[in-house]
């Protein structure tokens, strides 16, 4: 039983943020009042914050006080039993990048907004696909950063590379368009393809990329419109393909007269990788991605550049369904790609995350995982006779959430794979986190 005051004060501030009686964001009373109010000490009223601290459930900022926290690992927009995660779960399941200095480049940015000019320009309206100087903002980077040439009519704001992807298939695709696809692949892809009546055919994968002979053998026997493919670092196997394989891939495409749809959502994390598909066969490719793996995830800023055969339908399927993005979105979004943040952004990730999978590495040593050295995931194969639901199961209750193979997975047998996201976590939580990952699949008999 908590008898404690702080540990009751504990149990009842977490309950009233929970049930959402606090809501997130609301200015909780400062030690002093909360400790007035509830006749105990302040230094006890700071340990009840300490607490609701570390619990995730509430963040102190220095000199403004101490607010509810805004949990982004709730994930309140799914339904099923993995999904209601407490607050307090450590949620491997999703990667929401968070880092230290996020809410300061925000802050910067606002007053920045507050202050331009033609503070009103941000209420217009804008063209479907965005506004020219923000599209070609966007061109430039991908010309500078990613080694694609395209012109701004090319290339579309999205709110987030899922919406880059939903527009490219009702604008390219119809309805039981067969589409090949990794036997391990996006979570999100799947979805979509089974919202729009696609016809996933998956290729089987072998260590260090798709099988592209058996690719070619599928191709030869049915008609398949779209290969979707992760060429660089693949979510969530995390390879990295060669040039000689991207130019294999880019072959098959063109011989068999396949749209390729290239989501590169992780694509900046791998150093020197040879060149996107989007240069390889631009006439033909749909390159994809955003922001969100970098910067935040809940800015929601996607780019999505089309061969320019295909700007039109593209255009008319933006103006049919979304028509455009906020204009406070995409003018902080292209101000942080022209002033060099997002570049110095991608750095800092890049070698963030080759600090956290080293850290994963060597928690996990001896187990067999699947990753790229600078990859925000890893992929963890369990022995073959243990489940992986009750692998789940045994996690969730430790409160830690993973994402099972079977949601990547386009075969009807998913291997027993548990998928571990390494970035929305705080970095020091890695390796006591991952130590109880890897003691709970210990103990299990094998
Ligand atoms: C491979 C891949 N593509 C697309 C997305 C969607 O990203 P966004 O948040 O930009 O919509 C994700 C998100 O996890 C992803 O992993």
Known sequence: MTTSPVSLLVAKLADDIRSGKLLP???????????????????????????????????????R???VRDRPQQRE??????????????????????????????RTMLRELASCGDLAALLHQQPPGGRRHERRIVAAFLARARGIRA????????????????????ALLRPHDAVAVDALTYPGFKMLAEIQGLALQPVPGAPEGPDLEALDALCRRQRIRAIYAMPTLHNPLGWVLTAGQRGRLAEIARRHDCLLIEDASYAYLADNAPPA?????????????????????????G?????????????????????????????????????GTVARQEKLMRSEARRRQAIARDVLSGMDVAAHPASLFLWLRLPEDLRMDRVTTALAACGIAVSKAEAYAT????PHALRLGLASMPAERIRPVLGQVRGVIERFPV
């Not at 300490?50 to 995730?56: D, F, I, K």
């Not at 927009?77 to 300061?104: C, I, K, M």
């Open 25 to 63: 964001g609301a200015r909780l009373p400062t030690h002093r009042q909360l400790a007035v109010r509830h006749g105990v000490a302040v230094a006890s009223a700071s340990k009840v914050y300490a607490q609701l601290t570390s619990m995730g459930l509430v963040i102190g900022e220095t000199g």
């Open 65 to 67: 006080g101490t607010f």
């Open 77 to 106: 927009w799914d339904s099923g039993d993995e999904a209601r995660l407490s607050a307090s779960t450590v949620d491997l399941s999703f990667n929401h990048p968070t880092w230290p200095g996020q809410a300061d480049l925000l």
């Open 151 to 170: 012109e701004a009519e090319q290339v579309f704001l999205v709110n987030g590379a899922q919406q880059g992807l939903d527009i490219a298939v009702r």
């Open 277 to 301: 598909l989007a240069t390889l066969a631009p006439e033909r490719t749909v390159h994809i991605s955003s922001l969100s793996k970098s910067v935040a995830s809940g800015l929601r800023f």
């Open 303 to 339: 780019f999505v550049v089309v061969p320019e055969t295909c700007a039109g339908r593209v255009k008319a399927v933006i103006r049919a369904s979304y028509w455009s993005l906020p204009s406070v979105v995409t003018t902080m979004a292209t101000r942080w790609v022209a002033n």
């Open 411 to 414: 075969t009807r047998h998913a």
